[in-house]
């Protein structure tokens, strides 16, 4: 259906059967409602922290410093599962860099590879972007005999 403009001459681009289905874009047009979506560093090393903790030997994330004030965190109730992992993310990419405590004894070369796979399946599928590397620092090793049981502290500790 060609329509008649003011001028005599017909224009068939202005026919309702001549545009493009709702939900696809001409060349060089929007899709209805399509926008930027904008993901903070802060969400993919909450993601790649969840999935490294999901790992089997891993007993915690961060060095000394950043465990001392996680432990300070859940005595609040307020755990940070970015602890320990931090990411350098681009437009499409993103490198990440986990700190580890191992348990005692576990292959340390499998739990990493483990960390591997589990933070680039959780970031690709999650967050959408391509994980270019995932690197894997093995900072200490928990021995079970390095927990202490739960008892009174002594005066003598408390000065």
């Not at 410093?65 to 755990?79: K, S």
């Not at 499409?92 to 591997?116: F, K």
């Not at 933070?119 to 093995?138: P, Q, S």
């Amino acid at each position: 259906m060609d329509l008649i403009d003011t001028n005599g001459t017909a224009s068939s681009s202005k026919s309702p059967r001549n545009r493009a289905p709702i939900g696809t874009a001409l060349a060089g047009e929007p899709l209805p409602g399509a926008g930027k979506t904008v993901i903070n560093d802060g969400v993919v090393a909450k993601v790649a922290g969840l999935a490294a903790r999901d790992v089997n030997g891993v007993h915690a994330l961060g060095g000394g410093a950043a465990r001392a004030l996680g432990a300070i965190r859940e005595a609040m109730n307020n755990t940070d599962v970015s602890q320990g992992v931090s990411v350098e993310v681009g437009e499409t990419q993103v490198a990440v860099d986990v700190t580890i405590v191992a348990e005692y004894p576990v292959s340390l070369q499998q739990v990493a590879s483990d960390i591997r796979s589990n933070v680039i399946a959780a970031v690709e599928d999650l967050v959408g972007l391509e994980v270019t590397e995932v690197n894997v620092t093995i900072i200490d090793i928990h021995l079970p005999s390095d927990e202490a049981p739960d008892a009174e502290p002594t005066k003598a500790a408390l000065r």
